[in-house]
């Protein structure tokens, strides 16, 4: 009888070892390395920005034109901080496609090939066709590249560095670009040539550069 208990409960184990189920884990979910970082001479100083350090973050972002059912887009990416107010944003435009909606995305092989055929882009104001920096003061001033600058101004990005990679939060171009341009702010200042001078005064235009050499920015573009 003692035997034959044992026998039963051995069987019951059997069965439930049968019944139970495999657990399933599911497959790794893809996710993107997005990670930026700047460093140049701006006005003869040196300036970095490191993700994580003195609140600044990574921020891409799109400027898009729809008209007649076509959209231009221009591509921006800028390093920005809750504490700091300097930051810097490049910019590349423009992509069109057809978009009747003005609602809709480029296709993405359309968005990898755009940026892969400009790795030297010309500079261009409001990166309708090209290239645009903007740099932002201690003061909140904004100085802005100028296509027609008859300065030197470099752009390059590596082509070994732009890649294009995706995961459930969206589609990146991932870059690392190194120029050098002149920036301009334009300020408005009392005409001192008018003589005698107006109540209230007259003001005339007068525009100030600062040089950005030297610049490494690494980031990336989304979609």
């Known amino acids: 009888m003692h035997k034959k208990g044992i026998f039963i409960v051995g069987l019951i184990g059997i069965i439930a070892a049968s019944c139970t189920k495999h657990e399933i884990i599911p497959a790794p979910t893809p996710s993107v390395d997005l990670k930026c970082s700047f460093q140049g001479d701006i006005g003869g100083a040196f300036v970095e920005y490191t993700e994580n350090v003195d609140n600044y973050t990574c921020f891409p972002s799109i400027a898009k034109q729809t008209l007649n059912g076509i959209t231009n887009a221009q591509y921006l990416f ?13 910019a590349m435009g423009s992509l069109s496609w057809s978009d009747p909606t003005g609602t809709q995305t480029p296709a993405l092989t359309l968005f990898n090939s755009f940026f892969t055929a400009n790795d030297m882009p010309n500079y261009s104001d409001l990166a309708l066709n090209g290239f ?18 008859p300065l030197a101004q470099t752009v390059a990005f590596n082509p070994n560095t732009i890649k294009q990679e995706s995961d459930a939060s969206g589609d990146y171009s ?10 301009y702010h334009t300020y408005v200042v009392v005409d001192i040539s ?8 007259t003001m005339r235009d007068s525009v100030a550069s600062i040089l950005i050499e030297n610049a ?5 573009f989304k979609r």
């Open 132 to 149: 645009e920096v903007t740099y932002r003061d201690a003061t909140g001033l904004y100085w802005k590249s100028d296509e027609a600058s």
């Open 194 to 201: 008018v003589i005698p001078q107006t109540t209230p005064p």
């Open 174 to 183: 991932l870059f690392t670009c190194d120029f050098a341009c002149p920036v």
């Open 216 to 220: 490494i920015y690494k980031g990336y």
């Open 78 to 90: 800028s390093m920005s901080s809750t504490s700091q107010i300097q930051s810097v944003q490049i």
